[in-house]
């Protein structure tokens, strides 16, 4: 299967299990450089080093490992002091957890939650166009943000990181929306780039009162969306973003008739398990998996809304693919397949008319989780064009599509006789 990226799980890999591991290898970076992270910043980001594994070109996995050297952990143990105004417990396991928001524009934003400390959560911004590796501060302390993944918009300047949030409300008032962002120029503000810019966020009528928790961020065609997986999307120009106006007004775009959903009644299976939305092939595309306890004929159903431009109220959803998992299961068995739920499922921009979707196979379990196959749907036909066995055995936090060559200047690191990944 020729799809053009790898398959990376969110999660982080625990840099011991990398070292000395075959197939590892350190991301080279240009330059390293920390923003807003104190004095001692600088020379802790220098300590900080990526780490890939590519796994086989078959298998098209990948896997992302961050890897901290003692500068790091001298570095969070002073600023915990500052901001506690008392020193780091002594003789603790200094450890962190990593965890791959997002790549998009050439970028891959990945964040770093010191948890032992409690609330010290951190980005490290890799540019692959310059080979830069960046480190910044998660939003002030004050913002109750309702997302960490961060829109990347690459403009004249260089790129922008851009999250979306707001402050809790009491009573009646209507929650109030705000934009944070991030630049290592900040050149269309004018200021040091050391901290987040705020701006805020104009909300159409139809989101009165309501909670918004994006799921999915992407821009196309000079405008910024932001999905609530479970409610529709809100969006609004990258112009205006990249301006000097504190205003930023926004549109909003329900799901289909049908497909909002109550969170609190979801259970313990984050929506993106069985939803995605994307621009692919001219047009907005909304995928629904019926999950496990809804007993509708199950089925994959993909909603189409065609546009070049922003969406407006003219625009509407219409149905463009079904896919009966009855009929699935049947390709799935002839070409040696679980029969089981697919979940995760994948748009990829380059293919209007393709569905990814992940297939766990529970039947055959082995160590350290069990196969996965990343299998190739045609949304017109509705059938199976490919399906490949993946080398993960486990998706802790979900996939993440990886583009080829992304990482093009690679140094191995040493590998001992013990492999890094399980036959399968």
Known sequence: MDSGFAVMDCAGINPKYAAGREGWATIKCASKRAYGCGDTGNSAVQDLDLLLH??????????????????????????????????????????????????????????????????????????????????????????????????????????????????????????????????????????IPDSWQTQKLCLPSQMNNKFFSPDVAFSCNGFAFWTDLALGTLFCDCSALLSESYLVKSKFIPLPPGYQLDRDEEGIWPVEVYRTMGYVGGSFKFVAIDKPHDHCGRRVKVWTLWTLA???????????????????????????????????PMLREQEGATLYL??????????????????????????????KLLAHTSLILGPVKLPSGFFNCLDPLPSSPEPMWMDV
């Open 54 to 191: 590519q796994g086989d070109l078959e298998n098209l996995s990948s896997s992302l490992s961050v890897h901290a050297g003692d500068d790091v952990f001298r570095w969070i143990d002073q600023v915990i002091a500052e901001k506690k105004g008392r020193p780091a417990a002594p003789g603790k396991d200094r450890y962190f957890m990593s965890k791959v928001e997002i790549v998009d524009k050439g970028l891959i934003v990945v964040t770093l939650s010191f948890s032992e400390y409690g609330g010290f959560d951190y980005y490290l911004v890799f540019d692959s166009f310059d080979r830069s590796l960046s480190m910044i501060p998660y939003i002030p302390e004050w913002a109750a943000c309702y997302t960490k993944c961060p829109l990347p918009l690459r403009h004249e300047s260089g790129y922008s990181l851009v999250l979306i949030g707001g402050e809790f409300s009491f009573g009646r008032e209507r929650p109030k929306k705000y934009i944070w962002q991030w630049s290592p120029m900040a050149a269309s503000w004018g200021s």
């Open 310 to 344: 922003a969406p407006g109220p003219g625009h509407k959803w219409t149905l463009y693919s079904e896919f009966r998992l009855k009929k699935l299961w049947k390709d799935f068995k002839m070409a040696g397949l679980p029969k089981n739920l697919p979940m995760w």
């Open 358 to 387: 992940i297939l766990a196979d529970k039947t055959k379990q082995v160590i350290g989780g069990q196969k996965h196959y990343l299998c190739r749907l045609d949304m017109p036909t509705q059938s199976l064009l490919q399906a």
